[in-house]
């Protein structure tokens, strides 16, 4: 089969499909998407929400105090807590209804999702850590999302296997590191990107096997470097203490000169290690896959991101998305399944198709909430050979009768779930978080915004007035609530204020760093514009070294997250090579 283009109905540009991704749709018998990879890329997230909180009350227990959830109020969506949720002390089939085939069939999901109870916060195993989302086996931590098992762990986001970490974003088995991204095994590092095997260690980027290194970038099995230059371990320890990293100064300062200092480095084109076929950044363990991002162990997948170990034959399963798994499509938050398609959070499955929250289940389609269940559809028990007849309707009824959202987007079988029927506003999700917009442009595109509630709040501390070192701040600080250097002017969900906890004051007096100027949600944020974006482009090599290999400019081609326009010096690997290693 020839590629095809195809116009996507939601950003009107075109998009190509290519030969495997058809013989992949023929396979799994789904038609060809009607958006592009972007777009539906986007949907999906629209329905994911990581860090927004907001304190409910348990439908079950409405006589218990308030609990945590990720629906607000003004969603409507009724939520039970996590222990009740997982109760046998109500049946999720009551709320099983018969299929109406003079409704579409987003309708009737849609008004199931608005009155099933849902469960307040997906917080498994977890001990002291009530705040935090998408979250299994943790202990002592807070404000953490989409996490397995950490310890002592606070404000991060895509982390596992770590402890007494704070501020940190796509982490790996890391202990005591502070404003690290995309780091692994690693102890005492700080303010780092791309590193690993890294120990008592600041302001790194894509360095491998380095100890007690300052501001130095693609270094490899190097000790008392400081911005890549060699000095004996008594010289390191006094230019060290020059730089005052234990103040608030000291830091910015140091930041702006390794920002200049980057500026003349050379950049490896991807990072993607161990991998034959393979194109998007940061994957491990890779082979015939395309446009995927933070993986590990993957074959044959595309359009994919943030997880792996043994993913196969999958398209659009992003994001959390893997663990022995295979034939997934347009899903998300999947661990060992098979045949999950356009649908959310489900676990130990087989063919489901449009249902959310369903555990060690099979054959269903449009369920919410049930576990060791099979042939249901809308919550309803059927026979093998009902439902089987059911579903054959239902998929023609889908395409008969599509959903037309409000912008004129037509749903029919093959499409996700409309991004209005979720229950979440854009700037709730992580949507806003890697393909951000202002209020007027989500407005624009159909979706819904959620406006800053209004706090009522007094500020113990402005920001100019929290002391610079942490050597000057005691417990007092505890409790107080100090305003965010933001002031809610930014489009980070900005809280405009916080406050510091014992156990947080703890691990800044221990690792001897200042007390941070931002709100958690903002330096969130600040993290997330260290990452490349989950995009590529086609570019060539920038080497134009005469000692390598080529003559001239290297003519090398490659796939790239770094745009066209970035400012950074991009090699191929191989001219990569030639330089670092």
Wanted: charged share 25%.
């Amino acid at each position: 089969m020839k590629s095809g283009t195809k116009n996507c109905q939601n950003c009107k540009k075109d998009f190509v499909i290519e030969p495997k991704d058809f013989d992949f749709y023929e396979k799994i018998k789904v038609p060809p998407p009607t958006f592009c990879p972007e777009c539906r890329t986007v949907r999906r997230f629209i329905w994911r929400n990581e860090m927004s909180m907001y304190h409910r009350t348990c439908l079950a227990n409405k006589h218990v105090e308030k609990i945590v959830s990720i629906y607000s109020q003004d969603s409507l969506i009724p939520v039970y807590d996590y222990k009740y949720w997982w109760s046998d002390e109500w049946d999720p089939l009551s709320y099983g209804r018969i299929y109406d085939f003079n409704i579409s069939f987003f309708n009737q999901w849609g008004e199931l999702n608005k009155i099933f109870p849902h469960v307040a916060m997906s917080n498994s195993r977890a001990e002291n850590s009530e705040y935090c989302n998408v979250n299994d086996k943790s202990k002592n931590c807070y404000l953490m999302s989409a996490a397995y098992e950490n310890e002592r762990v606070a404000y991060a986001n895509r982390i596992s296997y770590s402890k007494d970490t704070q501020d940190s974003y796509i982490v790996h088995k890391c202990e005591l590191c502070y404003e690290i991204v995309n780091c692994e095994s690693s102890f005492r590092l700080l303010f780092s990107n791309n590193c690993r095997e890294c120990l008592d260690s600041a302001f790194l980027y894509d360095c491998r096997d380095c100890s007690n290194c300052l501001g130095c970038i693609n270094l490899r099995n190097k000790s008392y470097y400081i911005f890549n230059k060699q000095y004996t371990k008594e010289e390191y320890k006094k230019e060290l203490e020059k730089y005052n990293l234990s103040a608030t100064t000291g830091i910015l300062n140091f930041t702006k000169l390794f920002r200049q200092y980057r500026k003349k480095q050379i950049y490896r084109y991807a990072q993607i290690i161990s991998s034959v076929n393979s194109t998007g950044d940061n994957l491990v363990n890779s082979k015939n896959s395309h446009y995927c991002f933070d993986l590990k162990d993957i074959e044959d997948c595309k359009f994919s991101s943030w997880g792996g170990f043994v993913l196969r034959d999958s398209y659009d399963a992003a994001p959390g998305t893997g663990d022995y798994s295979e034939l997934l499509y347009d899903c998300f938050d999947m661990v060992k399944n098979s045949q999950i398609y356009f649908s959310s959070v489900v676990y130990d499955s087989h063919n489901i198709q449009y249902s959310f929250n369903c555990y060690n289940s099979s054959n269903l389609f449009g369920c919410i909430g049930l576990r060791k269940k099979s042939y249901c559809i809308l919550n309803k028990q059927y026979t093998k050979e009902e439902y089987e007849e059911l579903v054959s309707k239902i998929i023609e009824h889908m395409n008969d009768m599509p959903y037309i959202d409000s912008k004129g987007r037509i749903y029919k079988y093959g499409e996700f779930f409309p991004p209005e029927l979720s229950p979440f506003c854009y700037n709730e999700t992580i949507a806003q978080e890697y393909f951000p917009l202002t209020k007027e442009e989500a407005l624009a595109q159909g979706y819904r915004w959620k406006d800053r509630e209004e706090r009522n709040y007094t500020i113990d501390i402005k920001n100019e007035d929290i002391l610079d070192n942490i050597k000057d701040i005691n417990d007092e600080i505890i409790g107080k609530v100090l305003g965010c250097e933001h002031k809610g002017t930014c489009n980070e969900q900005c809280t405009e204020a916080f406050k510091i906890i014992p156990a947080e004051l703890q691990f800044y007096q221990r690792m001897n760093l200042p007390i941070p100027h931002l709100c958690p949600n903002c330096r969130h944020y600040q993290r997330l514009k260290q990452r490349n974006p989950l995009k590529l482009w086609h570019r060539t090599c920038m080497c134009d070294k005469e000692n390598h290999t080529h003559k001239g400019k290297c003519e090398v081609e490659f796939e790239t997250s770094y745009a066209p326009k970035r400012p950074e010096i991009v090699y191929c690997e191989k001219c990569y090579q030639q330089e670092v290693y």
